[in-house]
Nanobody
């Protein structure tokens, strides 16, 4: 099982980006999933989570601006980021519990860099 994160880039303050996290492999499904981020010189922090049933939670700093969603058919989790601020600049990582052939495991994507700058 591999998680592939994508969608990062350079965006101006106030702009939007959508990150994707796709699980690759046969006969698998994503259960719960999370997005984390790590800004330069700071510890990694949890940003958002989504349960297998679609319930979502967010860190206070992104509430109302970020939306986590999932496409079960595509085995993909998204993070829609709007009204971006310079303090959102970080490498974003996805983490998911993936079930394959009756066995569940926690996996991490490789990270995708988001830079918010004018």
């Amino acid at each position: 099982v591999q998680l592939q994160a994508s969608g990062g880039g350079l965006v101006q303050p106030g702009g939007s980006l959508r990150l994707s996290c796709a699980a690759s492999g046969n006969d698998l499904s994503i259960n719960a999933a999370n997005w984390y981020r790590q800004a330069p010189g700071k510890q990694r922090e949890w940003v958002a989570s989504i349960s297998s049933g679609g319930s979502s939670n967010y860190v206070d700093s992104v509430k109302g601006r970020f939306t986590i969603s999932r496409d079960n058919a595509m085995n993909t989790v998204y993070l829609q980021m709007s009204s971006l601020k310079t303090e959102d600049t970080a490498v974003y990582y996805c983490n998911a519990v993936v079930r394959r052939l009756g066995i569940s495991g926690s996996y991490w994507g490789q990270g995708t860099k988001v830079t918010v700058s004018s």
